[in-house]
T-cell receptor, first 115, second 112 residues
């Protein structure tokens, strides 16, 4: 069974609009963490934001925020006021304490920002 | 501020050849990882290391070997390359196991 599911293979969004990238996860481990990474066309992997399973508040980093709904097992990335430079692949990943903290990755969402 | 450096960036091999990919980090991180990225899939962990002199298998270890003789370096070896190993390989490191991983720029490897 897929542990990390990103249901949107691709998305087109108008510049300056907000965008939500979906991520659902499956785990029975009470201690886990969720990460979002950005991969531009140049290929590097850039860490964006992290949410721990015990964190009381949703994580925020600049224009990035994580809509963490623990009961629904979802950890959606929200990008506010999108910019052309946000065009990239976005990956959601999960780390479980039981699996020795190895990262499990989703298949990614390709986001294209239209001018 | 080099971070994580991978060499080479590109390589083409023939089936059966061997090669070693080098990963070097200058952040004094304990944990290092090798991933492969294939089209339409997320990253898959090949091997990882929790400190100098240690290695462990990840999700897809077959056909690869690794070594971590020095804390700053993590080597990935292909003893007999196969076309199925054509992929983009990423190295990553982290200070502790539950911290975000820092990635190198990747190595694009083609096996003909």
């Amino acid at each position: 069974a897929q542990k990390i599911t990103q249901t949107q293979p691709g998305m087109f969004v108008q510049e300056k609009e907000a965008v939500t990238l979906d991520c659902t996860y499956d785990t029975s481990d009470p201690s886990y963490g969720l990460f979002w990474y950005k991969q531009p066309s140049s290929g590097e992997m850039i860490f964006l934001i992290y949410q721990g399973s015990y964190d009381q508040q949703n994580a925020t980093e600049g224009r990035y925020s994580l809509n963490f709904q623990k009961a629904r097992k979802s950890a959606n990335l929200v990008i506010s006021a999108s910019q052309l430079g946000d065009s990239a692949m976005y990956f959601c990943a999960m780390r479980e304490a039981d699996s020795n903290y190895q990262l499990i990755w989703g298949a990614g969402t390709k986001l294209i920002i239209k001018p | 501020n080099a971070g994580v450096t991978q060499t080479p960036k590109f390589r083409v091999l023939k089936t059966g050849q061997s090669m070693t990919l080098l990963c070097a980090q200058d952040m004094n991180h304990e944990y290092m990882y090798w991933y492969r990225q294939d089209p339409g899939m997320g990253l898959r962990l090949i091997h990882y290391s929790v400190g100098e002199g240690t290695t462990a298998k990840g999700e897809v270890p077959d056909g690869y070997n690794v070594s971590r003789l020095k804390k700053q370096n993590f080597l990935l070896g292909l003893e007999s390359a196969a076309p199925s190993q054509t992929s983009v390989y990423f190295c990553a490191s982290s200070w502790v196991r539950n911290e975000p991983q820092h990635f190198g720029d990747g190595t694009r490897l083609s096996i003909l």
